[in-house]
């Protein structure tokens, strides 16, 4: 990215603006590239001086996937102007105004362009089918918006659902009744109708559309960039950035994304299921690959049709991050424990349900619309608290200076910057992971692509730019022998052409695998993971009393856990997992013997 930013900057003046942090990107900085979000942001914005930086505010759930603190959303936005975010796209995963309204106003106080979003779902040219998401209903949170005194105002088309009559009968509908708003249309071209969609915004009264370059674009991403510019070129909507600008960008990604060719999910064409399942684009590819980490792979069509399912019987809900989180858990707990919708009604007083959809029907990411399921909702939510308001207002502020001391007696005295608290604020465990990973090596962003992906050759040579004028010349010269009792290694090289050792952990070498004992069916005192997953923590000793649906540990499997409650009351006879341990389905959490 720093490569090219200077080049962008130039080729890409006259865009309204980049995208810094969507969806995940956030999250997945630190949590699996190992960077710093912030310095990125820091990084860019030094490169491109001259183009706005955008993001998406999740409203109160900022940029994570759970309800924080008013004050952490304040402060987050406030820290995100300072180093260089413009426009801030502020959604709520249920259109939930009241979320809406705090975003908007954390915006405002930071001094930023504030963007305030409706995010699309199901068809305003067939209202039949999702009765409760029509024109009028979009109208009237848009009316609700504009009377906020907003800047701009979005439109996401999180899943590529907005189709090219249906944009524009809406988009048109929003100009006729505003003529003066600005409008931002943002979608992703799953369904292959996503270039068709956004000329039809532009021509209906859309100010801005969000494209990718074209060899980033298509399928779960934005639509094509160089397709959208070449067709408006020398018409009334004129981008008036030369398609051969688009081209030159398009080299570098083309080649740049062979290099993350191992992690490409394979999705080879358009997928116009997406219509009767709904899911966003930004889930789609995870979904798939977290289907394929449960065992599920093979099972992606009935992943599909369950997500689909999920989402009836939860009341058909507006689907984006985290509501679509909740909708995806739900989908994957049915699929692998060979449950339908109709299943999970009936028996829902009984089941283990994933966090998400728990805390979902508590209330913790709002009030959907229509409300909840109620008799689902209580099945599920039993006696857990519940909110029926918004859940911010219930959440006592964060006290920023304790954060600061606990963070510090564990990474060190003067080591955590303000930013370092909102990272630390929004994603405990993953930010302490980063640290951690931080201390051990350094800093990873430094490393070329090529070699942070796979290792050196032997006599294979490098150089790494520490800063100006600094740079590290490395020769990889051979590897010692395996260390059986530490499982770890001498690696030999040359620094700068002096001779350097180090001795570092094999991360190849496996620990055996111990056979668990299974649950028997058959046994209703026996409690068997309902998931693959590992188990983040235990919350029943031997010797317990338990009463049925207690919880008795918690699976964490790809950002997805799951409550494992007790089938059945009585007392715990034995317990045969501990915090660490990974599961598969069916495996033996503990046993119960009734009083």
Known sequence: MERIAPTTAHALAGAFALEMWGGATFDV????????PWDRLDRLRALVPNIPFQMLLRGANAVGYTSYPDNVVYEFCKQARAHGVDVFRVFDSLNYVENLKLGIDAVRQANGVVEAT???????????????????????IVDELVALDIHILGIKDMAGLLKPRAARLLIGAIRERHPDLPIHVHTHDTAGAGVASMIACV???????DLAVDSMSGVTSQPCMGAVVSALEGSEYDTGIPPETVHTLNAYWEQTRLLYSCFDPGVKAADTSVYAHEMPGGQYTNLLFQAQSLGLGSRWKDVKAAYAEANRICGDLVKVTPSSKVVGDMAQFMVSNHLSGD????????????????????????????????????????????????????????DFDQLRRDLEDKWGPGSIR????????????????????????????????????????????IQVQLDVGKRLIIRYVALGPLQTDTARRDVYFELNGEPRVATVDDASVKPEVVARARADPADKGQLGAPMSGAVVEVKVAVGDSVAAGQAVCILSAMKMETVVGAPAAGVVKSLDVAVGDNLGTGDLICSIASE
């Open 203 to 209: 021509e209906a009264g859309a100010d801005i559309i």
């Open 29 to 36: 900085a630190m949590r699996f590239l190992h960077e710093d």
């Open 418 to 461: 303000d930013v370092d608290l909102l990272s630390a604020a929004l994603y405990p465990a993953v930010f302490d992971e980063f640290q951690a990973v931080r201390q051990k090596y350094g800093n990873l962003s430094l490393i070329p692509t090529p070699l942070f992906l796979s290792p050196l050759d032997i006599n294979e040579e």
């Open 343 to 398: 299943d999970v009604l009936e028996r829902a007083a009984t089941l283990s349900f994933p966090r998400s959809v728990v805390e979902f029907f508590q209330g913790y990411l709002g009030q959907p619309v229509g409300g909840f399921p109620e008799e689902l909702r209580a099945a599920i939510v039993r006696d857990a608290p519940r909110i029926d308001g918004r859940p911010g207002a219930a959440l006592a502020p964060l």
């Open 118 to 140: 409706v995010c699309y779902t199901g068809d305003v040219t067939n209202p039949a089918r999702h009765p409760k998401y029509t024109l009028e209903y979009y109208l009237d």
